[in-house]
T-cell receptor, first 112, second 116 residues
Framework: QKEVEQDPGPLSVPEGAIVSLNCTYS??????FMWYRQYSRKGPELLMY??SSGNKEDGRFTAQVDKSSKYISLFIRDSQPSDSATYLC????????????WGAGTKLIIKP | GAVVSQHPSRVICKSGTSVKIECRSL??????MFWYRQFPKQSLMLMAT?????????EQGVEKDKFLINHASLTLSTLTVTSAHPEDSSFYIC????????????FGNGTRLTVT
């Protein structure tokens, strides 16, 4: 079993829909949670960074962390075709010496 | 803020030659930089951790003599792929952490290496 599980998709939704992307993990010591967006042939871009449990909102993006369930989510409201990309979750903690442990990435397609 | 610049973005070289990739943190000092490799439709694979002023730490299975890493200053790390072979063709991405250990990583735009 991988430390971080993420459905690779692809996930295809119509423009304007609310998108929900998720990761589950097994190591309860993870404390820092990140979402990155990666366009084809580009480096990952940090979208959200959260510590411990709770919600964080930034524009159309909301990140949720539920440490009791070992489950994190990224919601995208009013999705746009430009949101089409691969979304990677990553997490770290003292246990991993803060080395990022990555999900496989979910390919998201927003249809106009 | 937190911009990481990586050059070149694309390079084609002949088998047996060496290629150097540069990674710079433009607006912050990075004591630690990380080099990743990414295969098509796969997630990031950490190759090595580059520490300013000291030897890099390589992940298991990564040949340190083939992938030479130098982190000579707080804003520059280089990866040299020596005696490149076609199987070294890949997407190489650097990243940097500007603050404490728990700070998130910021990535360059990657280098696509093709060895012919």
């Amino acid at each position: 079993q991988k430390e971080v599980e993420q459905d690779p998709g692809p996930l295809s939704v119509p423009e304007g829909a609310i998108v929900s992307l998720n990761c589950t993990y097994s190591n309860s010591a993870f404390q820092y949670f990140m979402w990155y967006r990666q366009y084809s042939r580009k480096g990952p871009e940090l979208l959200m960074y959260t510590y411990s449990s709770g919600n964080k909102e930034d524009g159309r993006f909301t990140a949720q962390v539920d440490k009791s369930s070992k489950y994190i989510s990224l919601f995208i409201r009013d999705s746009q075709p430009s949101d089409s990309a691969t979304y990677l979750c990553a997490m770290s903690g003292v246990d991993s010496n803060y080395q990022l442990i990555w999900g496989a990435g979910t390919k998201l397609i927003i249809k106009p | 803020g937190a911009v990481v610049s990586q050059h070149p973005s694309r390079v084609i070289c002949k088998s047996g030659t060496s290629v150097k990739i540069e990674c710079r943190s433009l607006d912050f000092q990075a004591t630690t930089m990380f080099w990743y490799r990414q295969f098509p439709k796969q997630s990031l694979m950490l190759m090595a951790t580059s520490n300013e002023g000291s030897k890099a730490t390589y992940e298991q299975g990564v040949e340190k003599d083939k992938f030479l890493i130098n982190h000579a200053s707080l804003t520059l790390s280089t990866l040299t792929v020596t005696s490149a072979h076609p199987e070294d063709s890949s997407f190489y991405i650097c990243s940097a952490r500007g603050g404490m250990s728990e700070s998130p990583l910021h990535f360059g735009n990657g280098t696509r290496l093709t060895v012919t």
